[in-house]
T-cell receptor
Framework: AQSVTQLGSHVSVSEGALVLLRCNYS??????LFWYVQYPNQGLQLLLK??????LVKGINGFEAEFKKSETSFHLTKPSAHMSDAAEYFC?????????????FGSGTRLSIRP | DAGITQSPRYKITETGRQVTLMCHQT?????MFWYRQDLGHGLRLIYY???????DKGEVPDGYVVSRSKTENFPLTLESATRSQTSVYFC?????????????FGNGTRLTVT
């Protein structure tokens, strides 16, 4: 069985501050991990994905995430927040070797940026 | 424009009515999915399709029906809408079966059942 937990349904940071969105997963087999971003009134867009190559994954818009097997974590970070980063972020896990239908999404974290 | 188009964007219907949500993609992706998004639940898979005429249930299929007669279309029908089906519905597609394949989402349909 697999699951994903996003710690904090809402995170607020100041513009220019570090963004840290937390994601922990549980998977019985090596997982693939994803971060998606959802802007208001839009669908989800892929931000980045981990597929067992490099443990530090760089995505779009300056975001990156690090896969830590010992901590079963895949936290999303950005060194300096921008107002345009305000959105909902979803972490997702999918067991390697399975199909795309097996992906499980976290409940999401809403990121607010203070001027 | 290429991509996934969902229609309508907003729909209000009454309990017991049948309603169909449309999804059209121009990429010729084999795999298509329907999710519902509810506060505190993230996205939950309703149905998915691996190809035309091949569909399968997801996590929360009860009360929904899908069909896929053409690769590009994947309509979702609520046969008798209930208030618990008030949600935002997202259609998605993928060009590959593998679990490392990213999903491409439409902009969603916000459905309210009164």
């Amino acid at each position: 069985a697999q699951s994903v937990t996003q710690l904090g349904s809402h995170v607020s940071v100041s513009e220019g501050a570090l963004v840290l969105l937390r994601c922990n997963y549980s998977s019985s087999v090596p997982p693939y991990l994803f971060w998606y971003v959802q802007y208001p009134n839009q669908g989800l867009q892929l931000l980045l994905k981990y597929t067992s190559a490099a443990t530090l994954v760089k995505g779009i818009n300056g975001f990156e995430a690090e896969f830590k097997k010992s901590e079963t974590s895949f936290h999303l970070t950005k060194p300096s927040a921008h107002m345009s980063d305000a959105a909902e972020y979803f972490c997702a896990v999918s067991p390697a070797g399975s199909s795309a239908s097996k992906i499980i999404f976290g409940s999401g974290t809403r990121l607010s940026i203070r001027p | 424009d290429a991509g996934i188009t969902q229609s309508p964007r907003y729909k209000i219907t009454e309990t017991g009515r049948q309603v169909t949500l449309m999804c059209h993609q121009t990429w010729s992706h084999s795999y298509m999915f329907w999710y519902r998004q509810d506060l505190g639940h993230g996205l939950r898979l309703i149905y998915y399709s691996a190809a035309a005429d091949i569909t399968d249930k997801g996590e929360v299929p009860d009360g929904y029906v899908v069909s896929r007669s053409k690769t590009e279309n994947f309509p979702l029908t609520l046969e008798s809408a209930t208030r618990s089906q008030t949600s935002v519905y997202f259609c998605a597609s993928s060009d590959r079966q593998g679990s490392n394949s990213p999903l491409h989402f439409g902009n969603g349909t916000r459905l309210t059942v009164t």
